[in-house]
């Protein structure tokens, strides 16, 4: 391995792959200068110091200087007060009281590994180097770590923060990010992806505004509303066109992403905790670790980021035992039943999972005692006597019995005020005393900042697995918290409870994980209410929305695609009229929607499921067939313009290309479209399935493949048509000669 990270004299510090270079110095008063971010650089220690010291009206001038003020310098981890007026990476309270820290370089080191955080998930190591750059406020005594990752084969930085108290005397950290960015002035445009429950992952796009604008949550998981994704764009940027600054963060809980476009046009992006209603305190010998902060740069458009992001994301934070494992079908029994579950339900739709040929049925919400509907039981992790009296190991033996998979279904972080949990110790939960809790879905969640909630969550969930007989547990959440408080900490701990809870929520999944390392664990949030690297770091896959309209679900796909790769993602065939915004679709339609995810399966009940046998015997089957294919591929965003969306899967091997093309309303006399493939080998011929023609890979790239036509007469058989009306769709499998 070539040294990626290189360090000349007079301490100008350069890492650099194929991927891109990253270089800053120290600067004559020993502050971190940022200097480039951008493509791979032949001499990057050589970059040339943009920065101009010359003297500006009204400007602050730091300690002493004359030309040199922070306020437009571009630096690697900003604190506020000595000249800086933008966000800063850094604030919080030293001993005196007040709040300036000023830090400078102290030391370095670099190792060819990548150090684990403390009780955070971290992207595995491999073939990389960490450069290790402490910083310190002498007179405070706080130092803070700054540490760089770069990969032989990723487009990935990944950086982190450690803030350690060498001092005497109590710090309290307000803003402690774990990355900061200074780019130069450029015309950018913002990407992110906003929404809500059952609409997750739309896509804005604004020009970059002068001020600041910021994705976070408060609602103490990573949440729907923004999804912890933000990239700078250069304007104009396309799939195959632009430059791109991306950046995400291993964390599921209050984080922010903020961009600030200073006075003179420079760009601060900042990526960690959201320092709103955060707050902790660092005793003297102690230290706070951030989570990491991933970025990537290309300048490649958005195809390009997504590869790198999701070539990162397989290879460096979902769990590697599942990693180009194919994903068994299932039958989920929520749509399917709801909360009306019973043991002959259960294996009455297990015998129908059995006759369509899925692989697994899956016992989502409704077994444990009690549990009738959502105003009471959670907490209360034992089968319901009346409906369940055999209990859930042997209603898993007998499902297995008939040659399926057991799947379960689980909300460990919550329980009602209806319940013998809460009866037992109503201390457990988030509150705040003298308030009244406020209830979410009629529930209140579980303080896991707390070790014996942790504990307690443990044995009750062992206590189900140990059973053996599970493969898979649907792990869901599905309140924002409020009274975010615990009876556990003192008063000038309170502001510590939303990270604590995360901590605790990480130490408990890394303990089942590690002991259960087969079992498949699916997180779900009401959907995509936490879908985030840092619950992918434990589990292998997510339900990532509660909207299984395929309309609906076609823009949740391609906003969830820029980050994710879709071996992250699960989705199944609802019924139609969909339940959740009463759209009649087809079952292919429903099909081809989640066709791309890793996990599929259907979620239909016992009348359904006789209605449309047949098909449904053929989209699983060709689910099962395909399942290895949609592992460890190329996924590729190829149409999308309102009306239609057009995509391409091209498995690992490259011997297999699929693509899917949706046409939402249906219209007279339209245009004819075609789709330009993405790469594929040139001079290869490529066997379309169907009917056996032949196309060479340049011509399907460059001149395109004709989409089939929606018209309300189907007239020439030369022309590939499509189901009439709305909502139609249309699968090609192409196979490498
Ligand atoms: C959430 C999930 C659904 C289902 C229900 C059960 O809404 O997102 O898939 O599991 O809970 O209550």
Same mark, same amino acid.
């Given at each position: ?7 000349? =004299? ?93 830090? /400078? ?162 760009? *601060? ?29 290309? =300048? ?9 992001? !999701? ?79 055999? #209990?859930?190991?042997?209603?898993? *033996? ?26 037992? +110790?109503?201390?457990?939960?988030? !509150? ?18 707390? &070790? ?27 309140? !924002? ?45 009401? #959907? #995509? &209410? ?21 309309? $609906? ?78 592992? $460890? ?29 949706? +046409? ?9 479209? /075609? ?63």
């Amino acid at each position: 391995m070539p040294d990626m990270i290189t360090v000349s =004299d007079d301490l100008t510090f350069a890492l650099t792959n194929r991927f891109f270079s990253y270089v800053f110095r120290v600067s004559p008063e020993g502050i971190l200068e940022h200097l480039h971010y951008g493509g791979p650089l032949c001499e990057p220690l050589d970059v040339a110091v943009h920065h101009i010291r010359t003297q500006r009206s009204v400007a602050s001038t730091f300690q002493g200087g004359h030309y040199f003020s922070l306020g437009d310098t571009p630096q690697e981890f900003p604190s506020f007060g000595t000249s800086d007026y933008r966000f800063p990476a850094l604030h919080g309270r030293n001993s005196d009281g007040n709040t300036i820290f000023s830090l /400078r370089h102290k030391s370095h080191e670099i190792v060819t590994r990548k150090p684990r955080l403390k009780r955070l998930p971290s992207a595995r190591g491999g073939s990389c180097e960490t450069l290790i750059i402490t910083l310190e406020d002498p007179l405070h005594k706080l130092e803070v770590e700054l540490l760089y990752t770069i990969y032989a084969e990723q487009g990935v930085l990944v950086r982190a923060a450690k803030f350690s108290n060498c001092g005497e005397k109590e710090i309290q950290l307000q803003h402690a990010f774990s990355s900061a960015l200074d780019l130069p002035q450029d015309d950018y445009e913002i990407l992110h992806l906003h929404g809500t429950w059952a609409r997750e992952f739309n896509e804005e796009r604004i020009d970059m505004p002068k001020g600041r604008f910021v994705v976070d949550s408060a609602r103490g998981t990573s949440s729907a509303a923004h999804n912890p994704f933000l990239a700078l764009l250069q304007k104009g940027t396309t799939e195959d066109f632009g430059r791109v600054y991306a950046t995400t963060l291993i964390y599921s809980g209050n984080f922010a992403l903020s961009v600030e476009r200073g006075e003179f046009e420079d760009v *601060r992006l900042l990526a960690g905790i959201n320092p709103f209603n955060f707050h902790w305190r660092l005793k003297p010998g102690k230290t706070f670790c951030t989570p990491e902060a991933l970025h990537v740069f290309t =300048d490649g458009g958005l195809r390009a980021m997504s590869h790198i992001w !999701h070539d990162f994301v397989r290879e460096k934070i979902t769990p590697k035992r599942f990693k180009d494992t194919p994903r068994p079908t299932y039958l989920n029994t929520w749509e399917a039943a709801y909360f009306d579950v019973d043991e002959d339900k259960v294996l009455a739709l297990a015998d129908k999972a059995t006759d369509i040929g899925v692989d697994m049925l899956v016992l989502d919400d409704g077994w444990f005692e009690g549990r009738r509907d959502d105003t009471s039981s959670l907490g209360d992790w034992v089968a319901d006597a009346a409906r369940f009296p055999s #209990g859930i190991p042997s209603l898993a *033996r007998r499902v297995k019995e008939k040659g399926l998979k057991f799947g379960i279904w689980f909300e460990p972080e919550m329980v009602n005020p209806k319940s013998a949990l809460f009866e037992a +110790h109503p201390e457990w939960i988030l !509150h705040v005393p003298g308030r009244t809790p406020s209830l979410g879905r009629n529930q209140l969640t579980l303080d896991l900042s707390r &070790n014996d909630v942790v504990e307690y969550l443990f044995s009750q969930i062992d206590a189900i697995l140990s059973c053996g007989d599970i493969d898979y547990v649907k792990w869901d959440m599905n309140r !924002h918290m409020t009274e975010v408080g615990s009876a556990d900490l003192p008063r000038n701990r309170q502001r510590e409870v939303s990270h604590r809870y995360i901590l605790g929520l990480y130490k408990l999944l890394k303990r089942l994980t590690k002991k259960y390392p087969n079992v498949l664990f699916e997180n779900c949030a009401s #959907g #995509g &209410n936490r879908f985030d690297l840092g619950m992918l770091s434990f589990m292998p896959q997510g339900w990532v929305s509660d909207m299984c309209d395929p309309v $609906g679900r076609l823009e949740i796909i391609n906003g969830a695609s820029y980050l994710y790769p879709l071996d992250t993602t699960a989705a199944y065939i609802g019924p139609s009229p969909n339940h959740q915004n009463g759209r009649v679709s087809s079952v292919q339609t429903r099909f081809l929607a989640g066709v791309f995810c890793a996990a599929r399966g259907i979620s239909l009940n016992e009348a359904d499921i006789a209605e449309h046998y047949d098909e449904l015997i053929a989209w699983m089957d060709f689910a099962k067939k395909s399942g290895a294919d949609m592992v $460890g591929g190329r996924f590729d965003r190829l149409i999308r313009n309102g009306n239609e969306v057009c995509w391409q899967y091209t498995t690992q091997d490259k011997r297999t290309v699929y693509v899917a093309y949706f +046409h939402i309303l249906s219209a007279p006399n339209l245009p004819f479209r /075609r789709a330009r493939l993405v790469g594929l080998e040139p001079h290869a011929d490529y066997m379309l399935v169907e009917d056996g023609a032949r196309y060479k890979g340049d011509a399907l790239m460059q001149n395109g493949l004709p989409m089939p036509y929606v018209s309300t007469d189907q007239v020439r058989d030369t022309v590939r048509y499509m189901e009439k009306g709305d909502f139609s769709s249309y699968l090609f499998t192409f196979k490498r000669g």
